[in-house]
């Protein structure tokens, strides 16, 4: 699978053609890995990332990877290898950068406006 076309959702085994229900992880591109970390951009992809409300949903994401950590970085890991242990994730609306945030591993993530 190539790292441009892949999102979190379809690492944690869900299927972006098959499952048409909103989910925000569908909007959540991973653009680049290296030896310790993965770049991760998130853009529109369903009407589960309101770009109307861009505050409510990049705290919306933040919350979602806080709580599902440990099954997110077991996807990371068993793809691209077992020292992946932080991620960066850019928040675009339509047009423009929103903010970002950072993910370690066990460590809470905060949006950065």
Same mark, same amino acid.
């Given at each position: 699978?190539?790292?441009?076309?892949?999102?979190?959702?379809?690492?944690?085994?869900?299927?972006?053609?098959?499952?048409?229900?909103?989910?925000?992880?569908?909007?959540?591109?991973?653009?680049?890995?290296?030896?310790?970390?993965?770049? /991760?951009? #998130?853009?529109?992809?369903?009407? #589960?990332y309101? $770009?109307?409300?861009?505050?409510? $949903?990049?705290?919306?994401?933040?919350?979602?990877?806080?709580?599902?950590?440990? #099954? /997110?970085?077991?996807?990371?890991r068993?793809?691209?290898?077992?020292? /992946?242990?932080?991620?960066?994730?850019?928040?675009?609306?339509?047009?423009?950068?929103?903010?970002g945030?950072?993910?370690?591993?066990?460590?809470? #993530?905060?949006?950065?406006?």
């Amino acid at each position: 699978m190539s790292v441009l076309q892949t999102t979190l959702y379809d690492l944690l085994g869900g299927s972006t053609v098959l499952d048409k229900k909103n989910n925000v992880l569908k909007s959540l591109f991973i653009t680049n890995v290296d030896q310790f970390g993965v770049e /991760i951009e #998130a853009e529109p992809y369903d009407d #589960a990332y309101d $770009t109307d409300h861009m505050d409510e $949903t990049m705290e919306k994401v933040v919350r979602i990877i806080n709580h599902r950590e440990v #099954a /997110i970085f077991k996807a990371l890991r068993r793809e691209y290898g077992e020292n /992946i242990d932080c991620m960066s994730i850019t928040f675009f609306d339509d047009m423009t950068v929103c903010g970002g945030c950072t993910k370690y591993l066990y460590v809470d #993530a905060k949006v950065n406006y």
